[in-house]
């Protein structure tokens, strides 16, 4: 880990939904240009925290900085904050009724005010950085889920924002398709973007990640490097969790 | 053969036709233009309540389910009666053509609510969360990735809703609208015979038949695809 | 505020008007009862020729739908019960009425019910026929139920309409209860006898209108 200040820092973060608490005070902390990988068992509350870190979901108690934004003050501009911090969804949520290179350009032009002709250059950039130049005037129904899934990214991406979160990308897709989807992912972290990725793609992992979060009942039991929590993990959880993943 | 001819001579008297078809076509000009208000006022108001409902305040949204809920159960008919007779004993008065009017567009207003409404929900919560993780405020959120996903599939109940209601201006020739029913009705008492009404029920085939299959059609195209 | 309270909700009226009311209600709801079922058969006829019958047939059957889904209901009404008796054919106010929602409720009934139909795939007919049922007890024991089913949002949505056109039987004086209610108004010259049909109405009709919400959303929810 780097010294600076870290760019995501969360603290102590409470969630509930009616008498049920997801989230039971969870920290994290992520440098500039970390990878951080988030794993634990369904329902562990990883969701609920990515969502969290760009208040898709309020939470109940804590603090969130991002980027030296204070995210869940009420003064904050949440709309501008958001901008700042791309996410991807497992079920991609592509606007059906609008083209790869429209789904992009939406918030260029709404939330950035760019005109339609800067819009329309920027996504065409993104698109062509997730590889899908040739198919910007398809319509998602148009296309496979892997490229859904980059036109997600290409969404995010062309905001420029200062974080990425990605809730499970990849699970959504047949498995010949996720390839594509971490290629971009891995050539997003060379170019230096942060990422917070949920996922259970332990070889990404491995290959990729800084460090490794692992989530049980709505807290973060350990974490640490990738080859020491795969390797030699300290808390029994962690290490019946990880023996039942590498099982498949 | 005496019947027929008595047949034809009541009902297709070309005589009587040719004199009453100006009133019955200056009928069918105010039913259009009743028609038009209606569907306009009545669309526009809907969609309004529907967009109100979509911000989620309690008491307000209770004051438009039942004001929605009001408008569906009562039959159009006692609407435009307790407007036309009712108001001017409270001592406003309405014209026919306003009472008509203003029921009609509260009943299609209710049920376009309900549609649109049924619409905005059907839309997945990842399309509200994916526009405003890249922020995006809540209504361009709502205007533009919500609505027009949901008015695509509202699209082949509203046009059949919307059909059924605007015929509803017949009733009011109750209130002395001299719309279609209207004139043919008078037409029919000066001549004492009912060939206007024959020409009364063409004009609304010539102006439903079409609307009638285009709503077929806008059905038949809309309603599985996605 | 008096003044709207003596006009619209003036409880002497009420009670004085209260025999006749009462009357047109149970006159409605008798009048639903014949025009539902009326209706009904109407449109189980018509979907049934629509769907099964040959090319003419289900030609001929749109045609039909279509013309008296186009023409209103108190257009119809009107020519059966007043134009008829110039050709000599007088139906009565009954007549009229019965004959007028056959027609056109039973188009509206007979459109949902072929979509319905339609809806069923064609292998359910298939199979029930490969197990040696008629083509009639197939479609009444196999192709209907499920027919019915997955339009029953429409069919609920239907009735409630039918039981609000009842109301239009007022323009030939069959002494329903927005009938009732008019002649209440004349003899009172006060609109009180009319809110009190409107509230009549509306109790009636309101766990109808929450039924068919209800189901309509679900069937939205489920494209
Ligand atoms: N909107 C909600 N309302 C009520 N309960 C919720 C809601 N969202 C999540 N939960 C509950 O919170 C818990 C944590 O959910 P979350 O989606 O964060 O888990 P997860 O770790 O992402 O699981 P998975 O690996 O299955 O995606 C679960 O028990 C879930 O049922
Ligand atoms: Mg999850």
């Known amino acids: 880990m780097t010294s600076t200040a870290p760019i995501i820092d969360a603290r102590g973060v409470w969630k509930r939904f009616g008498g049920l608490a997801v989230l039971k005070g969870v920290d994290l902390s992520v440098a500039e240009r970390e990878l951080v990988f988030v794993i634990g068992p369904s329902g562990s509350g990883k969701s609920t925290f990515l969502r969290c870190l760009n208040r898709l979901e309020e939470p109940d108690d804590g603090s969130i900085q991002v980027d030296g934004i204070e995210l869940l003050s009420p003064k904050t501009d949440i709309n501008a904050a958001r901008r700042r911090i791309g996410m991807v969804f497992q079920s991609f949520n592509l606007y059906p009724h609008m083209t790869a290179r429209q789904n992009v350009m939406l918030a260029l032009r709404k939330v950035l005010g760019q005109n339609k ?14 590889g899908l130049a040739e198919r910007m005037d398809h319509y998602p129904a148009q296309l496979s889920g892997g490229q859904q899934q980059r036109v997600a990214i290409a969404r995010a991406i062309a905001l420029e924002p200062r974080v990425m979160l990605f809730d499970e990308p990849t699970s959504a897709l047949d498995p010949e398709l996720v390839g594509g989807v971490l290629n971009v992912m891995r050539e997003l972290r060379q170019d230096g973007m942060t990422m917070v990725v949920v996922s259970h793609e332990m070889a990404f992992a491995k290959a990729a990640a800084d460090r490794v979060v692992f989530m049980a009942d709505g807290q973060k039991l350990e974490e640490g490097p990738p080859a020491q929590i795969f390797e030699a993990p300290q808390h029994e959880r962690t290490r019946a969790f990880i023996r039942q993943i590498d099982r498949h | 053969m005496d019947g027929l001819n008595n047949f034809i001579f009541s009902f297709f008297n070309l005589k009587v036709m040719a004199q009453y078809l100006p009133l019955v076509a200056q009928g069918l000009a105010l039913t259009v233009v009743l028609a038009l208000l209606i569907v306009v006022c009545g669309l526009a108001l809907g969609l309004l309540l529907a967009v109100l409902r979509s911000f989620g305040i309690r008491p307000l949204n ?40 203003l029921s009609l567009t509260l009943v299609l207003m209710a049920f376009a609510e309900e549609i649109f409404w049924a619409g905005i929900t059907a839309v997945p919560k990842g399309q509200w969360e994916a526009a405003r993780s890249t922020g995006l405020t809540f209504l361009q959120t709502l205007r533009m990735v919500v609505l027009p996903q949901a008015l695509r599939i509202t699209i082949p109940p509203l046009t059949n809703r919307t059909i059924a209601i605007t015929k509803g201006t017949a009733l009011g020739s109750v209130v002395g609208v001299a719309e279609i029913l209207g004139a043919a009705q008078s037409a029919m008492s000066f001549s004492a015979n009912p060939s206007p009404l024959t020409l009364g029920a063409i004009a609304y085939l010539v102006l439903f038949v079409p609307v009638v299959a ?13 | 505020m008096e003044d709207f309270l003596f006009a619209f909700l003036n409880w002497d009226i ?13 006159y409605t709801l008798a009048l639903s009862a014949m025009t539902v079922p009326l209706g009904l058969a109407g449109g189980v006829a018509l979907a049934l020729l629509a769907t099964s019958g040959p090319w003419w047939v289900r030609l001929l059957a749109a045609g039909w739908t279509d013309f008296f889904r186009a023409i209103p209901p108190l257009v119809l009404l009107v020519f059966l019960y007043a134009g008829l008796p110039f050709a000599g054919i007088d139906v009565g106010a009954w007549g009229a009425v019965a004959l007028g929602f056959l027609l056109n409720t039973g188009s509206y009934y007979g459109e949902v019910l072929r979509a319905g139909i339609e809806s069923v795939p064609r292998g359910q007919m298939e199979a029930a026929r490969s197990t040696g049922l008629t083509r009639g007890q197939a479609l009444a024991h196999v192709v209907l139920p499920q027919a019915v089913r ?10 409630l309409e039918v039981v609000k056109l009842t109301s239009i039987a007022s323009v030939v004086a069959l002494p329903e209860l927005l009938f009732q209610a008019r002649q209440a108004q004349n003899a009172t010259y006060n609109a009180t006898p009319i809110v009190a049909a409107a509230i009549a109405y509306f109790l009636l009709l309101w766990p109808l209108v929450r039924l068919v919400s209800r189901l309509e959303n679900r069937a939205m929810a489920g494209r």
């Open chain 1, 117 to 130: 002709d800067q819009a329309a250059t920027v996504a065409a950039r993104a698109l062509d950085r997730v």
């Open chain 2, 62 to 101: 209770w004051l438009i389910i039942f004001t929605v809920d009001v408008f569906r159960a009562l039959p159009p008919l006692v609407i435009i009666v307790l407007l036309f007779f009712g108001l001017p004993a409270a001592g406003m008065s309405v014209s026919g053509f306003a009472a008509t009017w």
């Open chain 2, 214 to 226: 285009l709503g077929r059609w806008i059905e038949t195209r809309f309603a599985w695809k996605r």
């Open chain 3, 14 to 26: 009420v009670t004085q008007a209260w025999p006749i009311l009462w009357r047109g209600f149970a």
């Open chain 3, 150 to 159: 997955n339009v029953l949002p429409d069919l609920v949505s239907n009735t």
